[in-house]
């Protein structure tokens, strides 16, 4: 490995937050977004100290609001064929870390039994051409769990070696991080000048559903036995009373598949954030059972993010989407920070058969 390689990844190492990590020649350390979103994976990188420099994503409601959280950065409202990275790196500078979210619709279980489709999932590879010509230090790219199973899943991690990238493959759970929901994410980080070293610090406590609920009385509600609530809702919610009892309050959960009885108590992290409204808040008010949908502000909350990042754009639905698209702000800040704390040197370097290792770091209810 070269000696300069080595300086700079010390000098990031020795920066400490807030202020923000710079390299040995005084340059801050950039970060590129692939597939931005909303902007949870910058939220996080920026919170680890990194500058963001470029924001990618083909939906403008969700890059009008990423515009709006990183005014400084430049926004690109285009599918990432479209663009020559070239050209983008002519107009934006060097980065360092290349952050990456490809589409995950088309691996998720939430697809159900609906035909994939492969343009969908081959998005990631797009990773590669920007890699190619960015040549960063780092790649993070995060996906579901269900990327695994791809038939095109090895070529991607066997094209970023061959790009001289050491490949850590690690599947993260979200709430091992501070967050109030369980959201198990796949993330390949790789690094050029050696194996990824992931320390981890985690909070031992974990924030549950009540942590991220808005005052009662700040939303609307509607009785939970009206006329036309469906059969189904009462069925979920006469389970979470054999349970609980009937003065507890309890989430209704819908579009589950795990057989927990459509609800969960608040005394949990809050099951996966999806694109769609699926959490209903059961409450007992004055001896009757009301519930309403929670609401923009407490999913923002529950995915991470914190008062500073503000929704410009869109529906209600719209924010759900983005949210549900979303990366975890605090498992990004993490992974960027153990980035740039690492100190590499050459007996870090793994052999050519190492390059790729698991580390699964889940939890189970």
Not at 24 to 34: K, T
Not at 222 to 246: I, P, Q, V
Request: hydrophobic share 35%; glycine share 8%; proline share 5%.
């Amino acid at each position: 490995m070269h000696t300069s390689i080595i300086h700079q990844i010390r000098a990031w190492s020795t920066c400490a937050e807030p202020g923000i990590p710079i390299d040995e020649g005084g340059r801050a350390i950039r970060v590129l977004d692939l597939f931005c979103g909303g902007g949870g994976s910058s939220f996080g990188a920026r919170a680890a100290g990194a500058e963001i420099a470029c924001g990618v994503d083909a939906w403008n409601t969700a890059l009008s609001n990423y515009s709006s959280n990183f005014p400084n950065a430049v926004a690109k409202n285009q599918r990432l064929e479209e663009i020559c990275p070239s050209q983008l790196r002519d107009e934006i500078g060097d980065v360092d870390i290349l952050l990456t979210s490809p589409e995950c619709t088309n691996h998720t279980c939430a697809k159900g039994s609906a035909p994939r489709s492969e343009e969908s999932r081959a998005t990631a590879l797009e990773t590669l051409r920007y890699a190619r010509t960015f040549e960063p230090e780092w790649i993070i790219l995060e996906n579901v769990v269900h990327m695994r199973p791809w038939s095109r899943y090895g070529e991607l991690k066997d094209e970023l070696r061959r790009l001289g990238y050491y490949v850590l493959e690690q599947t993260l759970d979200a709430s091992l991080f501070g967050v109030a929901q369980r959201r198990r994410r796949l993330f390949l980080i790789c690094c050029k000048s050696g194996l990824p070293q992931m320390d981890f610090h985690f909070r031992r406590k974990k924030r549950i559903v009540s942590d991220i609920l808005d005052e009662r009385g700040s939303w609307k509600t509607s009785a939970l036995n009206s006329n036309n609530r469906s059969r189904a809702t009462l069925e979920r919610a006469e389970r979470a009373f054999a349970e609980l009892g009937y003065d507890e309050p309890f989430l209704i959960v819908y579009y589950g598949s795990d057989g927990s009885g459509g609800w969960q108590p608040l005394n949990r992290p809050l099951r996966t954030i999806t694109t769609v409204d699926r959490f209903a808040l059961v409450e007992r008010v004055d001896g009757e059972h009301r519930m309403r949908m929670l609401q923009v502000p407490e999913l923002s909350r529950a995915m991470g993010f914190t008062s500073k990042y503000k929704f410009t754009d869109g529906t209600r639905r719209d924010k759900v989407k983005i949210l549900g698209n979303g990366v975890c702000p605090p498992v990004m800040k993490e992974i960027v920070k153990a980035a740039l704390a690492q100190n590499s040197s050459p007996s870090d370097l793994a052999p050519q058969h190492d390059l790729v290792r698991e580390n699964d770091l889940m939890t189970t209810e």
